[in-house]
Each structure stands twice: as C-alpha cells, then as structure tokens.
C-alpha cells in the first residue's frame, strides 16, 4: 500500500514557470523526503522536511509541511528545461528506526522549452 | 566514488529461469534495501538489511530471497522466475548515523520476464 499519494500525477508548463506538486500521506511521520527520477535512472534526493518544521528551502526548491492536514508540497521555482523529471515523495514506514520509507506514485513533470 | 552500483542493467529471463542481482555500495552504509518498480505504482519495498549478516522482508518479499554477506554487497535472487517479477529494480542504501536518513539508490536493473 501506498503511503504517500501525489496530485497530479502529470503537469506540463513551460520554461520558466513555478511547479507545485502535492504530497498526501496517512499516518504520522517524524520526515518527508523528496526524490526526482529521470527517465532511465535511480532516484535521487532532493530535500527532507522534519515534522517540527513546516517550510524549508534549497536553491529552486521550497518544501512545505502541514502535518495537521498530513499533506506536504514540492514548489520549484522558475523552471527548466533539465528539471523535467518525475518526483515522488517518500516517509519513514516504522518511525526511522531502519530508514525504511514508503513511496508516492509519483508527479511527471514535463517542462517544455 | 561511484556510491551504488547495481549489475547488470538489463536482463532477459525465461519463466521459471533463475538469476542474482548484485548491489555493492562504497559508502560504509549499514543499511540497505531492494525496490521495484512498476508503472502507476511508484516503489515497492521487496526485503532490506540493517546490517551485515541480517535481512529482512519488505512490502513485497515472495518469490525473492537476499543475502548480505559482506557490509558492501546486498544481492537479490530470483529462484525461479515469473512474467508477474518483470519490472525494474532499484537497489538503495543509506547510514543510520546521526541524522542522515536519506537513501541513495542505484541505477537499476530492467528485469524481463518471457
């Protein structure tokens, strides 16, 4: 089963436009990982928000957390070319004790030169 | 330092047939885990190790065995495969020391089964 779900599943902009995906998970979580995938390759880590948090930066990327609401959202600012990608959310299954995450399905985002 | 390395990238198998994926990481990492990886379903857990000489199941275990013999190595076996294990496999590791909880992953296998 599927801890964390993304909205939407695909989004298409052009270059230079905002990005915002969305990130709904079930139970509580101590962190909120992101990861991007590009076509063809293993996942890499973008950004991890603690639950005590409830914004955080890195370059382009905000991260927002709303552990009230269990939702968490990627905004990447003035897109690129290279961001397209797909990007999934990812949170610890038994507390962090085994780094142990599950996985969203996942937001292909598509952006258009 | 090439991190996690994961052979071979693809493979053709015949049902029934079997094969071992390898995973090796030079990160020192105690952790480590098998995905995969379907359409629309984003990444499955199939078994993890916390350890050398220790395993354990995932969301997903049946049909796969796996070994952690050395710290470095995490290899994942198919004793006799079916068309439902076509999929691609991502093998990842990560470090349980302070507060480094990400996961670093390897490129994967592509994995078919006729």
């Not at chain 1, 436009?17 to 990982?33: H, P, V």
């Not at chain 2, 990481?25 to 990444?43: C, F, I, K, S, V």
């Not at chain 2, 991502?90 to 507060?99: E, L, R, W």
């Amino acid at each position: 089963s599927q801890q964390g779900e993304e909205d939407p599943q695909a989004l298409s902009i052009q270059e230079g436009e905002n990005a915002t995906m969305n990130c709904s998970y079930k139970t509580s979580i101590n962190n909120l990982q992101w990861y991007r995938q590009n076509s063809g390759r293993g996942l890499v880590h973008l950004i991890l928000i603690r639950s005590n948090e409830r914004e955080k930066h890195s370059g382009r990327l905000r991260v927002t957390l709303d552990t009230s609401k269990k939702s968490s959202s990627l905004l990447i600012t003035a897109s690129r070319a290279a961001d397209t990608a797909s990007y999934f959310c990812a949170t610890p299954t038994d507390g962090g004790a085994t780094n142990k995450l599950i996985f969203g399905t996942g937001t292909l985002l598509a952006v258009q030169p | 330092n090439a991190g996690v390395t994961q052979t071979p990238k693809f493979r053709v198998l015949k049902t029934g047939q079997s094969m071992t994926l390898l995973c090796a990481q030079d990160m020192n990492h105690e952790y480590m885990y098998w995905y995969r990886q379907d359409p629309g379903m984003g990444l499955r857990l199939i078994h993890y190790s916390v350890g050398e000489g220790t395993t354990a199941k995932g969301e997903v275990p049946d049909g796969y065995n796996v070994s952690r013999l050395k710290k470095q190595n995490f290899l994942l076996g198919l004793e006799s495969a079916a068309p439902s294990q076509t999929s691609v496999y991502f093998c990842a590791s990560s470090d349980p020391q302070g507060t480094n909880e990400k996961l670093f992953f390897g490129s994967g296998t592509q994995l078919s089964v006729l």
